[in-house]
Structure formats: structure tokens, C-alpha cells
């Protein structure tokens, strides 16, 4: 059974840094691909980045390119966020997901780690 | 980049009625790589249809994806209790893009 488990998530102010991790267990980590999406309380889903199953190639949307880093250790069979100078507004829940059979149909989510920023 | 809108935003029903939701997009969606989410609250969201129509593994038949280009759809036949929810379509392609969610909410 694929599971997804997410942490690291917490209170930080405005500026600060925070770094999420996903325990992936229950399949092949080093041959799937993996991405991060987050929801804002009460808000709808947003895609925020993707790295491949060799970590060789990533992406990220426009509203976090330059401040957040999606990496992972296939050894490990973990996936990690770094969130760097936040904002307010990237107050959310973040998930971690797994790709299926291509990069975009989410098949597989954890159950997310909550993000607060807030001073 | 392509835009989804989702309609209506909240769908009121009684258990037992059909629903269809719908989702348009700003420009064709190549290849129909249009899928289907369910989320109820306090969870995270579970893959219904890829590929437009393609039911996920694991998902009841009364779910049924459809459509091509800019214009796709998600019926549920006969509303069980445990089909209220917000549904999100999405494409996928390029950068992932959510629909901003259609409520299905008990009338």
C-alpha cells in the first residue's frame, strides 16, 4: 500500500524558513516521480513543484520559483521542500503526491503538514 | 497557461439524483489530459478520472468522465451520502493547473 507522510510543517513569521519531508513507503520511490501541492485554508488546490524520479529534473510554479527547492533521497525514500523567505500567503496545507503512470494525474497523496506564516 | 472554470460552484442534491459537473477550459487541452478529483473535509483529495474518462483504480462505476477540448465533464449517477463533496477537475501536460471546485452538498 502506497503511503505518504508528510512533516516539518509548523509556525514560522514572515521571511523565515521552514524545510518539509515526505516519508514515502509501500512502492518503487526511486522510479516515481513526486510533487508538492498546497491548499490554502479554505481554498481551492495549487500545484507548486515536481522533481523526477531521478531528481535530475524539477519544476515550480511562478508563485515560488526562486524561493522554494524540491529535492529528494532516493536512498532514503524521501522527499523534501525547502521554503525559504515566506509569506503570508503561502499559509497552507502542503501535500506531498506521487505521480501515476505521468507527471500530473496525482494519484497518490499524504495526508499533508499544515504551514503558518504569521508574527 | 490554461485556465479552468468550474460550474455550477455549488450543486445541492438529495441521495439518489444525478449530477453533472462541469469544467471549461480557456484553450484545448491536448490529448484530453483532463482528470477528476473528490475531496471531503479534513481530507486530501483522491483521484476519480484521468485522461478525461479513465476511471482510477478502485472507483465505482456511477462515476463517468467525458468530453475533449475545451469543454469536459463528471457525472455522478445516483448521489450516494458519501459523494458530498468538492470535486476539482485539473489538466495536466504542462505545470499541473486546478478548476477552482464545484461543492456537491446534501439539499
Known amino acids: 500500500e502506497v503511503q505518504l507522510v508528510e512533516s516539518g510543517g509548523g509556525l514560522v513569521q514572515p521571511g523565515g524558513s521552514l524545510r518539509l519531508s515526505c516519508a514515502a513507503s509501500?512502492?518503487?520511490?526511486?522510479?516515481?516521480?513526486m510533487n508538492w501541492v498546497r491548499q490554502a485554508p479554505g481554498k481551492g488546490l495549487q500545484w507548486i513543484s515536481y522533481?523526477?524520479?531521478?531528481?535530475?529534473?524539477?519544476s515550480y510554479a511562478d508563485s515560488v520559483k526562486g524561493r522554494f527547492t524540491i529535492s529528494r533521497d532516493n536512498a532514503r525514500n524521501s522527499l523534501y521542500l525547502q521554503l525559504n523567505s515566506l509569506k503570508a500567503e503561502d499559509t497552507a496545507v502542503y501535500y506531498c503526491v506521487k505521480d501515476f503512470q505521468r507527471w500530473g494525474i496525482f494519484g497518490y497523496w499524504g495526508l499533508g503538514t499544515l504551514v503558518t506564516v504569521s508574527s | 497557461e490554461i485556465v479552468l472554470t468550474q460550474s455550477p460552484g455549488t450543486l445541492s442534491l438529495s441521495p439518489g439524483e444525478s449530477a453533472t459537473l462541469s469544467c471549461r477550459a480557456s484553450?484545448?487541452?491536448?490529448?484530453?489530459?483532463l482528470a477528476w478529483y473528490q475531496q471531503k473535509p479534513g481530507q486530501a483529495p483522491r483521484l476519480l478520472i484521468y485522461g478525461a474518462s479513465s476511471r482510477a483504480t478502485g472507483i465505482p462505476d456511477r462515476f463517468s468522465g467525458s468530453g475533449s477540448g475545451t469543454d469536459f465533464s463528471l457525472t455522478i449517477s445516483r448521489v450516494e451520502p458519501e459523494d458530498f463533496a468538492v470535486y476539482y477537475c485539473?489538466?495536466?501536460?504542462?505545470?499541473?493547473?486546478f478548476g477552482p471546485g464545484t461543492k456537491v452538498d446534501i439539499k
Open positions: 522533481v523526477s524520479s531521478s531528481g535530475s529534473t524539477v
Open positions: 484553450q484545448s487541452v491536448s490529448n484530453s489530459y
Open positions: 509501500g512502492f518503487t520511490f526511486s522510479g516515481s516521480s
Open positions: 485539473q489538466h495536466y501536460g504542462g505545470s499541473p493547473f
